[in-house]
C-alpha cells in the first residue's frame, strides 16, 4: 500500500518549489521556438531540419515514456519503490545534464550535438512528468489536490508567457556577437538553466518527505482493449502536434511579408501573446469546470478576460491588445456554450481553432496574424479535458493509461517535422494544414471518439 499524507497536513515549502519548477517546465519548453529560427539561420537549414529540434525534444518524451510503461506493465510502477520526491529528483538531474551539453554543442559549433542535448533534457523533462503531476497532488489534503495542481499548471503557463520575450532577447540580441556563430548566444542561457535544475534537485533532495508511492499498476496492456484510451492517446499526440507545429513556425510566419512582415525580436512578443493566452484560457477553464456557483462563476469568467486584457494592455500597449479583445470576449462565449461538459468544451474549441487555422491559410495578413495567435487562447483547454475524458472510468489501470498518454507527446516531435516538409515544398503558409487536420481531430474525440470507451464501461458496470 502506499504512503499516505498525514491528514490535513500541507508541505507549503516544497509546494512553492514544485510551482517553480512547474515554472521552468514551461519556460524552457517554450524555448524551443526561439531555438528553431535561431538555429535555421545559424546553420543555414530548411524547415524540416529546424523542426529536428521539436522532434529531438519531444521524441525524447516518447522513449522515456515508453521505457517507464514497459517496466510498469512487467515489473510494477518504478516510483512505487524509489517515491515521487526522488522521481523528481532523478528528472532534474537528466534535464540538467541536457542543458550542460548546450555548451560543447555551442564550442564545437555542432547541430547534430544540440539535437542530442535537447533529446537528454527531454529525456529528463518525461520524468518529471510522470512524477511531477501527481507528486503536487499528494503535497497536502486530498481535499484541495485539485487546486494545487490547477495552481502549478497556471505557473507553467507563465512560463510559456514569459518565455519567448526573455529568449528573443538574449538569443537574438543581448547573447548574440556581431562576428560570433549565430549558435554561440544559446551558450549561456542553457548553462542557466543547468545551475537551476541542480538547485532544485538539491532542495528536493535535502528536503524531509514522507516515501509515497502509489503501488504496483495493473500489469500487461488490457488498457489498450478500451476504444475510448486509444483515440485519447490519439488525441494527446494530435494536441501536443498542433500546438507544437503552431508555436514552432509562429516567429517564422509572422515574419511572412504576406502576413506581417515582423523581425524576429517583434515576433516573439507575439508568441507570448500565443502561449499569454493559454494562460488565461487554463484560469478560465478551471473556473468553468469546477464546482462553484453558477453565480460566481460567472463572475470569475468575466473578471479573468478583463484582467488580462488591462494587464497586457499595460504591458503591450493598448494599440496592440486592442486587437486582441475580440478574441477575449469569443472565448468567454466559448465557454458559455461548453456547458462545463469537458467533451462538449473541447469539441467547440478546438473547431474554433481549426476555423481560425483555414482563416489564415486562406487570407493571409493581419488577420492571418491574428487567426494563429488566438490559437493560444483556444487550445488552453485541451490537455486537462483530453486527459480526464481518456481517464474516465478506468480505475487500477489510471497509471497505465497516464503513461500511454504521456507517451503520446511524441506528437511534438512527428508533427513539427511535416509540417516544415510541407513548407519547404509548398510555403509556411499552407503548411498550416498539419495543425488544422490535428486540431480536427481532437475535436472529433470531444465529439464522439471520448464516448465509445465510456458506455461499453458503463455497460458492464
Given at each position: 500500500m502506499p504512503a499516505q499524507v498525514s491528514a490535513g497536513r500541507t508541505y507549503r515549502g516544497p509546494f512553492t518549489v514544485m510551482t517553480v519548477l512547474f515554472f521552468m517546465w514551461g519556460f524552457m519548453t517554450v524555448f524551443n521556438d526561439i531555438l528553431i529560427p535561431r538555429f535555421k539561420e545559424a546553420f543555414t537549414l530548411?524547415?524540416?531540419?529546424?523542426?529536428?529540434?521539436?522532434?529531438?525534444?519531444?521524441?525524447?518524451?516518447?522513449?522515456g515514456a515508453l521505457v517507464y510503461y514497459l517496466i510498469s506493465a512487467t515489473a510494477g510502477d518504478p516510483i512505487a519503490r524509489i517515491g515521487?520526491?526522488?522521481?523528481?529528483?532523478?528528472?532534474?538531474?537528466?534535464?540538467?545534464?541536457?542543458?550542460?551539453?548546450?555548451w560543447p554543442a555551442a564550442a564545437i559549433i555542432s547541430y547534430p550535438l544540440f539535437l542530442v542535448a535537447l533529446f537528454v533534457v527531454g529525456l529528463g523533462f518525461a520524468m518529471l512528468q510522470i512524477a511531477a503531476n501527481p507528486y503536487v497532488t499528494i503535497l497536502g489534503p486530498e481535499r484541495t489536490a485539485s487546486s494545487r495542481l490547477n495552481l502549478a499548471q497556471a505557473f507553467n503557463s507563465v512560463g510559456t508567457t514569459i518565455g519567448p520575450l526573455i529568449g528573443g532577447y538574449l538569443i537574438f540580441q543581448y547573447f548574440a556577437k556581431t562576428g560570433a556563430h549565430g549558435a554561440e548566444s544559446v551558450k549561456v542561457p542553457y548553462i542557466a538553466f543547468c545551475i537551476v535544475f541542480l538547485f532544485l534537485a538539491a532542495i528536493f533532495f535535502f528536503t524531509h518527505l514522507p516515501h509515497i508511492g502509489e503501488g504496483k499498476i495493473e500489469r500487461g496492456a488490457g488498457v489498450l482493449k478500451h476504444p475510448h484510451v486509444v483515440l485519447g492517446v490519439?488525441?494527446?499526440?494530435?494536441?501536443?502536434?498542433?500546438?507544437?507545429?503552431?508555436?514552432?513556425?509562429?516567429?517564422?510566419?509572422?515574419?511572412?511579408k504576406t502576413v506581417a512582415g515582423l523581425d524576429p525580436v517583434e515576433a516573439s512578443k507575439y508568441v507570448a501573446l500565443f502561449w499569454g493566452g493559454m494562460l488565461i484560457g487554463r484560469f478560465m477553464g478551471a473556473v468553468e469546470l469546477s464546482e462553484m456557483k453558477k453565480v460566481n462563476k460567472q463572475i470569475f469568467l468575466a473578471a479573468?478576460?478583463?484582467?488580462?486584457?488591462?494587464i497586457l494592455g499595460s504591458l503591450r500597449g493598448w494599440a496592440v491588445v486592442r486587437n486582441y479583445l475580440?478574441?477575449?470576449?469569443?472565448?468567454?462565449?466559448?465557454?458559455?456554450?461548453?456547458?462545463?461538459?469537458?467533451?462538449?468544451?473541447?469539441?467547440?474549441?478546438?473547431?474554433?481553432?481549426?476555423?481560425?487555422?483555414?482563416?489564415?491559410?486562406?487570407?493571409?495578413?493581419?488577420?492571418?496574424?491574428?487567426?494563429?495567435v488566438g490559437v493560444g487562447l483556444f487550445t488552453s483547454i485541451g490537455w486537462p479535458n483530453i486527459f480526464s475524458l481518456a481517464l474516465d472510468g478506468m480505475g487500477a489501470y489510471k497509471s497505465q493509461v497516464s503513461s500511454l498518454l504521456v507517451m503520446a507527446i511524441l506528437g511534438g516531435?512527428?508533427?513539427?517535422?511535416?509540417?516544415?516538409?510541407?513548407?519547404?515544398?509548398?510555403?509556411?503558409?499552407?503548411?498550416?494544414?498539419?495543425?488544422?487536420?490535428?486540431?480536427?481531430?481532437?475535436?472529433f474525440y470531444g465529439w464522439k471518439g471520448h464516448k465509445v470507451g465510456s458506455r461499453r464501461l458503463a455497460a458492464a458496470t
Open positions: 530548411n524547415y524540416f531540419q529546424a523542426m529536428l529540434v521539436q522532434l529531438a525534444f519531444f521524441g525524447a518524451y516518447f522513449i515521487y520526491k526522488n522521481g523528481v529528483v532523478i528528472g532534474l538531474l537528466i534535464s540538467a545534464a541536457g542543458s550542460a551539453l548546450f490519439l488525441a494527446i499526440f494530435m494536441y501536443v502536434g498542433g500546438e507544437v507545429s503552431i508555436g514552432s513556425s509562429i516567429i517564422n510566419f509572422l515574419g511572412q479573468i478576460p478583463v484582467a488580462a486584457f488591462m475580440p478574441l477575449l470576449a469569443l472565448c468567454w462565449l466559448l465557454f458559455q456554450f461548453g456547458k462545463a461538459l469537458a467533451g462538449r468544451t473541447l469539441l467547440i474549441f478546438s473547431a474554433t481553432i481549426t476555423l481560425s487555422l483555414l482563416v489564415a491559410i486562406i487570407f493571409g495578413g493581419k488577420l492571418a496574424m491574428w487567426c494563429i516531435a512527428l508533427l513539427p517535422p511535416l509540417q516544415g516538409h510541407i513548407a519547404d515544398i509548398a510555403g509556411l503558409q499552407i503548411s498550416y494544414v498539419v495543425p488544422l487536420v490535428a486540431y480536427a481531430y481532437v475535436g
